[in-house]
């Protein structure tokens, strides 16, 4: 039955044609195309002297070499800044190609044209840069002690300073009877989809249009930028996000560089021109994200319960700014999860350093947000002695005092209102799935048999969907294909099921009937893209808004040829029928045949239209006043905020006790994103998250020396985790209805990732008996700071001593 | 990511492929699995001229086992010779050890002979190779050789190989009755290039430890073997306490700090493994004794 398609665990309708070979991704268009490649800056600062590119003019297949100075108009300006803030008051952009200075490794200088790929690397080898070095930034202390700067006219290498408090922070500190203090730190890493960025572009002299692809989470965006650049009407240019290999963030950014100078050149050229990027490319020249440094200050009463929380972060945001601060923002507002502090105060700095810019990847600033909170979460219930879900429960802001204000703004401008969530059932949940309350006996099992475990918690909450809007259009022919278009961006998520469900669904028509195209401006000119766990809440819901629109038509123009009244009719499996009565019916290809008075006999469905052909009413135009030809919906779903998921994880690891090796013995998931509306997908979403969730947490980083050059730049170095080493993950979904949209969902895309660091962390602290203060850390890592711990240098936690001197975290304010 | 133009020799048999060598010397790279060649070349690390590609040559893809050792040819893939029942229960450690040798689809790819001319000190078929006390078999234009492994690794990267020489197959001996192996070690990553790795070789005679030996992957220059029999020899396995090899194990290894870990994370590493292993090693004797 049509029906039981929401909320199914649908199998993924792309998978045969992407698993088989099917997918149609950057590089597997364009194969005649021109191949473009750049000289990057091997320095992380310096001037440039003088570029001598004669050495490449005689690469066999070589068509064009430019730099900065060949670039004309506002192709030669700054990239734009996507997203001013108030508080960015020193945001910098780079030049599509380097104008006299570069501020990291990877920035492009020269752009080079040839037959293919392999000689414009040939041609690029050959050309000679010369640079005078600069004084380098690197990490986030040489940023805050600015004795260089990235930017001249940057002072402190701060781009932006931003502070939010609710309450008299400092007046409940001090009037708390404990207090603690944590630094927290947690280094950088990385989206890395499979798929790098890549773009083509096809000039078309003869009408002056432009068609563009690119490997982009917005097409629309992609579109207007480069329409913008090359001063080109917008109704000339379209750009098309074909398959897309992941996406996680970095490809939200936009215009990147190539995305300017691919179809500058295309033009120039009158010729088919593609830069696909390679590995070492997207580590050196796309984004990083992660990398901050936190200081803690927290109040709380005999209970635990948060009386005042002050929380100052540095943020490292590399070179440029063209995301703004988003980052830091979702990090300052996130932070506070489930739980409501009666004081909250948090300032960040957003600093520069010579480093690869920052845009948000998968959870965007909240798995930092949420490892300072958890953490001092667990601090906290070291301190007094208390149960670590305890102490989170006596925090939780409770269904009853849903919708909750935090009296903060979010990273849409809007107030951070939690619209739903039951976190007391998310925790109990959990509790029972990990067997919180029977650790001890696992513990002293364990450890007769030598061994060393721990249990670690973390919660979350997630604002998701976030606006301005999405829209979604489809179009019924007279075959009964439904053509169904939302103009956001698909990177595997599975769109092509999830949009599919919702329109059969609301319309009433067998799933196999219906299909979905995202992400080309050709079909749907506005829309934003698909980041911020937006898609399924947005599209979803304007294509449902969509679907009914058409329904209504539908039955409109069914009732007048069947001659009964709409509420008798129901649509089910493609046909409108009397309630009742079967029999009388026609199907949704028909009523397309009679929406259009346009009624060439080209198929069978029109020629079967004819005998419902109506009188010929002279004083009737064909198409009336308020309606137009054609069996079509569309329409636009627009929120007044974001609507807020969360979650819970445990984790049970077990840390060797010679080596140090840490491994994942469980890991366990309660998640609510309101309404499923398919939950194999969901459970995909998170089983992804979680994978990366523990790449931050036990292997990833980007290892940078001090002169800028970032040492593991390959899958050789960087360690993305393999499914080896990705545990198997428990999951158990509540599912508590936003009450904000239509389909009562919330977003599930990067809710996965948050809180594993916290949860690691948490159950290596567990198994250790010391804090853990700093992710991701490896087995050296943990072996040096037991090494610290043996010799007095690291303090235990409390339950872990009698002393009571060494305590785990001074409990003296400390300001930074 | 593309490589530096070179020009590509296909040759069909080894004196073929030995005349290109001759031919072009220091500017040649023989090519067989390719999976350590082909990044270099992609990222341009290195830039040959010449590629002198030896998989359509004739007589280089066999697996030889007979009483006096293993014979692998220069096109035999570690899937091969993972898989291979003889090889296996002529020498398990082969086997032991390939099942560390990167993934399935590298080692579906990836020649043991070509990992051994690499001399790449991460690598687990050098260990293997000096643990059994092997020999490399070397052609060329101006006469061949048999190279003991002794002589052949001379440090990282490093090998006593000419350019004018291609690697025909490699033998590894078999141990004396009696001997049990054992392999183990320690990645970042199931199938990443070694922190440490270790190789163990004991021989039971008379219900008693008569020769026990080690060899170290990623932790030493060069892969060769140390004998630790003196510090067990005439102990019954099970009465043997392991550990006391532990001093002459630190005393052995050189490992260096890099990304992943520090020069005495990896010395601990290797020092656990090595006692851990020679107990297996011991245990796996006693169960081919009985």
Redesign the interface.
């Known amino acids: 039955m049509t029906t039981q398609l929401f909320g199914a665990p649908v199998r993924r309708r792309e998978d045969p044609r992407l698993l088989t070979g099917g997918g149609r991704y950057l590089d597997d268009l364009g194969a005649g195309a021109l191949a473009a490649a750049f000289v990057r800056s091997p320095h992380a600062h310096a001037r440039i002297l003088d570029i001598d590119v004669t050495g490449a003019l005689d690469v066999d297949g070589l068509v064009a070499v430019y730099t900065y100075e060949d670039l004309p108009g506002r192709v030669a300006e700054p990239l734009p800044l996507l997203i001013p803030h108030p508080a960015l008051t020193h945001g910098r952009t780079q030049y599509a190609l380097a104008r006299d200075e570069v501020n990291h490794v990877g920035e492009p200088v020269v752009m080079v044209v040839a037959r293919d790929r392999y000689l414009a690397e040939d041609a690029c080898e050959r050309i000679r840069v010369e640079y005078e070095p600069l004084p380098v930034v690197v990490g986030i202390e040489a940023a805050r002690r600015a004795d260089d700067l990235v930017h001249p006219d940057v002072p402190g290498n701060v781009a932006a300073h931003l502070v939010q408090e609710v309450g008299d922070v400092e007046a409940a500190l001090e009037g708390a009877p404990h207090t603690l203090t944590l630094d927290l730190s947690v280094e950088r890493s990385a989206s890395m989809p499979l798929e790098g960025k890549g773009v083509l572009a096809r000039w078309d002299a003869e009408q002056g249009e432009l068609r563009l692809f690119s490997s982009t989470q917005t097409s629309t965006g992609v579109r207007a930028a480069v329409a913008a650049k090359l001063d080109l009407p917008l109704a000339k240019v379209e750009c098309i996000a074909p398959d897309v290999g992941g996406g996680f963030g970095v490809k939200i950014n936009h215009p990147w560089p190539e995305e300017v100078l691919v179809p500058w050149a295309a033009r120039l050229l009158d010729r088919e021109v593609k830069w696909v990027e390679d590995r070492r490319e997207h580590f050196i020249s796309s984004a990083h994200e992660r990398g901050q440094l936190h200081r803690v200050r927290v109040g709380f009463d005999d209970d635990g319960r948060l009386l005042a929380l002050d929380v100052r972060f540095w943020h490292d945001n590399g070179a440029y700014t063209p995301y703004g601060i988003i980052v830091p923002i979702i990090t300052s507002t996130q932070l506070l999860g489930p739980y409501k502090p009666a004081a909250y105060r948090c300032e960040f700095w957003s600093l520069y350093t010579n480093t690869v810019l920052v845009t948000p990847y998968r959870g965007a600033g909240r798995p930092q947000g949420c490892f300072a909170m958890e953490r001092t979460m667990d601090a906290i219930a070291d301190r007094l002695g208390v149960d670590r879900a305890e102490v989170r429960s006596r925090n939780f802001i409770l269904p009853s005092e849903m919708p909750y204000d935090q009296g903060l703004l979010f990273q849409d401008g809007r107030p951070l209102k939690y619209d739903s969530g039951d976190f007391p059932a998310t925790l109990a949940r959990l509790k029972a799935m990990v067997a919180w309350d029977d650790f001890g006996d696992y513990r002293r099992q364990a450890e007769a048999e030598g061994r060393r475990v721990g249990m670690g918690i973390g919660c979350y909450v997630e604002g998701t969907g976030v606006g301005p809007y999405e829209g979604g259009h489809i179009q019924v022919e007279t075959s009964g294909r439904v053509n169904v278009s939302t103009g956001l961006t698909s990177q595997g998520q599975g769109h092509q099921t999830v949009f599919a469900q919702v329109v059969a669904h609301e319309l009433g028509v067998p799933l196999e009937d219906v299909f979905v195209t995202t992400g080309d401006t050709r079909r749907m000119p506005y829309a934003v893209g698909t980041f911020a766990s937006r898609a399924a809440v947005m599209s979803g819901n304007a294509l449902a808004l969509a679907a009914r629109a058409l329904r209504a038509k539908a039955l409109r123009i069914a009732a007048e040829a069947l001659e009964v009244a709409t509420e008798d009719l129901e649509i089910v499996e493609g046909v409108v029928r009397v309630k009742g009565a079967p029999g009388t019916s026609m199907s949704l290809g028909t009523v397309s045949v009679m929406s259009n008075p346009l009624r060439y006999a080209f198929d069978e469905a029109a020629k079967a239209a004819t005998q419902f052909a109506g009188a010929n009413d002279p004083d009737r135009a064909p198409v009336a006043d308020d309606d137009e030809p054609g069996l079509e919906g569309r329409d636009f779903y627009s929120p007044t905020q974001a609507t807020f998921a969360n979650g819970m994880h445990a984790a049970v690891v077990e840390t060797d006790p010679v080596t140090a090796e840490i491994r994942i013995l469980r890991y366990c998931v309660v998640h609510d994103c309101g309404t499923m509306i398919n939950p194999m997908i969901v459970e995909g979403q998170v089983h992804g998250g979680v994978a990366q969730g523990v790449g931050g947490a036990l292997y990833e980083r980007m290892v940078y020396d001090e002169s800028g050059q970032l040492l593991n730049a390959s899958f050789m170095d960087f360690l993305m985790p393999y499914a080896s080493e990705v545990p198997y993950i428990e999951t158990d979904h509540l599912e508590t209805p936003s009450p904000l949209n239509p389909l009562g969902i919330k977003g599930a895309g990067e809710a996965g990732c948050i809180p594993v660091s916290a949860v690691i962390a948490s159950a290596i602290e567990d198994a250790e008996g010391f804090p853990i203060t700093s992710m991701p850390i490896s087995p050296v890592e943990l072996w040096e700071l037991r090494r610290r711990h043996e010799a007095g240098d690291l303090p235990s936690l409390a339950r872990s001593t009698t002393s009571a001197g060494s305590a785990a975290y001074p409990s003296t304010l400390e300001a930074p | 990511?593309?490589?530096?133009?070179f020009v590509h020799h296909a040759p069909r048999t080894v004196d073929e492929a030995t005349a290109v060598l001759a031919d072009v010397g220091h500017d040649g790279k023989v090519l067989a699995g390719g999976q350590s060649l082909i990044?270099l070349l992609n990222?341009?690390l290195a830039s040959p001229g010449h590629l002198v590609d030896v998989n359509g040559v004739c007589g280089l893809s066999d697996i030889r086992v007979d009483g006096s050792g293993v014979r692998v040819g220069a096109l035999v893939r570690h899937a091969e010779l993972e898989r291979d029942p003889r090889a296996y229960a002529a020498l398990p450690l082969l086997r032991q050890a390939l099942a560390h040798v990167a993934h399935p689809v590298i080692r579906n790819r990836g020649t043991t002979v070509g990992s051994i001319a690499h001399a790449d000190a991460a690598g687990e078929m050098p260990a293997v190779l000096a643990l059994t006390g092997g020999l490399v078999e070397a052609a060329a234009a101006n006469g061949d050789r048999e190279v003991a492994v002794a002589d052949f690794f001379l440090g990282a990267l490093e090998t006593s190989l000419r350019p004018e020489e291609l690697v025909v197959a490699v033998r590894f001996p078999l141990f004396p009755p009696g001997t049990g192996t054992a392999f183990a070690e320690?990645a970042?990553?199931?199938?990443?290039?070694a922190l440490a790795g270790v190789a163990a070789a004991v021989t039971i005679v008379d219900g008693v430890v008569a020769r026990a030996r080690l060899s170290f992957v990623s932790v030493t220059d060069v892969p060769g073997t140390l004998d630790v029999t003196e510090e067990f020899a005439g102990l019954e396995p099970e009465a043997a306490h392991w550990r006391d090899c532990s001093d002459r194990v630190r005393a052995h290894v050189a490992p260096e700090t890099d990304?992943?870990?520090?020069a005495e994370?990896r010395a601990?590493?290797a020092t656990?493994l090595a006692w851990r292993t020679l107990a297996e090693a011991a245990s796996n004797a006693l169960t081919v004794a009985a």
């Open positions: 990511m593309k490589p530096a133009p990044p990222m341009r320690r970042r990553r199931h199938g990443d290039y990304l992943h870990a520090t994370y601990m590493l656990e």
